[in-house]
C-alpha cells in the first residue's frame, strides 16, 4: 500500500492550505484516513482522522480551522487547513488504516503512513 500526498508548502500566517493524499495498492476497504504532524524537536501528534461511518478525531489545537474530507470511492483524504499559524508548521504525514487479506485467508488491520509533506506558516 502506497500513500501519496501533495499540497503542502509556504504560507502567510492567517492563510490557506490544503493537503491531499490518495491510498493505492493492495487492501480490501479502508477503515481510516486522515492527517498527522511532526514539529521538529516534538513528537507526532494527531491533526484529524476520519473513521469509516462518520467520527472525525481531532488534535485539540484545531479549534474548527480544519476540514478534513473522504472520497471513500477514490481512497482519498483531504486536510483544507484555514487561519493557519506559525505553530502549524510541521511535517504532516497522511496515514492510513487498511483492511488486507493474508494467506491463511485471514484478514487484518494495517497501518500505513505517507512520506510528509512540509507546512511552513510564516510571514
Known amino acids: 500500500v502506497q500513500l501519496q500526498a501533495c499540497g503542502g508548502g509556504l504560507v502567510q500566517p492567517g492563510g490557506s492550505l490544503t493537503l491531499s493524499c490518495v491510498a493505492s495498492g493492495s487492501f480490501l476497504s479502508v477503515n481510516a484516513m486522515g492527517w498527522y504532524r511532526q514539529a521538529p524537536g516534538k513528537q507526532r501528534e494527531l491533526v484529524a482522522l476520519?473513521?469509516?461511518?462518520?467520527?472525525?478525531n481531532w488534535g485539540d489545537f484545531v479549534k474548527g480551522r480544519f476540514t478534513i474530507s473522504r472520497d471513500n470511492a477514490k481512497n482519498t483524504v483531504d486536510l483544507r487547513m484555514n487561519n493557519l499559524k506559525p505553530e502549524d508548521t510541521a511535517v504532516y504525514y497522511c496515514?492510513?488504516?487498511?483492511?488486507?487479506?493474508?494467506?491463511?485467508?485471514?484478514?487484518?488491520?494495517?497501518?500505513?503512513w505517507g512520506p510528509g509533506t512540509q507546512v511552513t506558516v510564516s510571514s
Open positions: 476520519a473513521h469509516n461511518g462518520g467520527t472525525i
Open positions: 496515514n492510513a488504516d487498511v483492511r488486507r487479506s493474508i494467506p491463511g485467508p485471514i484478514e487484518v488491520n494495517v497501518e500505513f
